[in-house]
């Protein structure tokens, strides 16, 4: 079966860098999309980033700050945040769903992981 584990995550100073890494295992990593998302306390889960195999997707949020790459020799799909800040702080998930699933809100993947804990301070 599909798992999907987290790692990277930790307490950074505003201004800093994170890298987040998935690691995939249990089936055909290419078939997937993958994707990031976030909670933080007290909201709603939120798309932070997907990638297909080649295509991006970024919410505005994090445009500009967050870079989204998988490397399918190793199935794992990163997330390398800089500038980070407070509003950053969250419950960061790696998900996937099949490459022909439609649709890209949190109700639409399949796959999740345990989540990872970033916390930003100012």
């Known amino acids: 079966q599909v798992q999907l584990v987290e790692s990277g995550g930790g307490l950074v100073q505003a201004g800093g860098s994170l890298n987040l890494s998935c690691t995939f295992s249990?089936?055909?990593?290419?078939?997937?999309?993958m994707a990031w998302f976030r909670q933080a306390p007290g909201k709603e889960r939120e798309f932070v980033a997907s990638i297909m195999w080649n295509p991006t997707s970024y919410a505005d949020s994090v445009k500009g700050r967050v870079t989204i790459y998988r490397d399918f020799a190793k199935n794992t799909v990163d997330l390398q945040m800089n500038s980070l800040k407070p509003d950053d702080t969250g419950v960061y998930y790696c998900?996937?769903?099949?490459?022909?699933?439609?649709?890209?809100?949190?109700?639409?993947?399949?796959?999740w992981g345990q989540g990872t804990q970033v916390t930003v301070s100012s």
């Open positions: 249990g089936g055909t990593f290419s078939r997937l999309a």
């Open positions: 998900a996937g769903k099949m490459w022909d699933r439609r649709g890209s809100g949190v109700s639409d993947y399949e796959y």
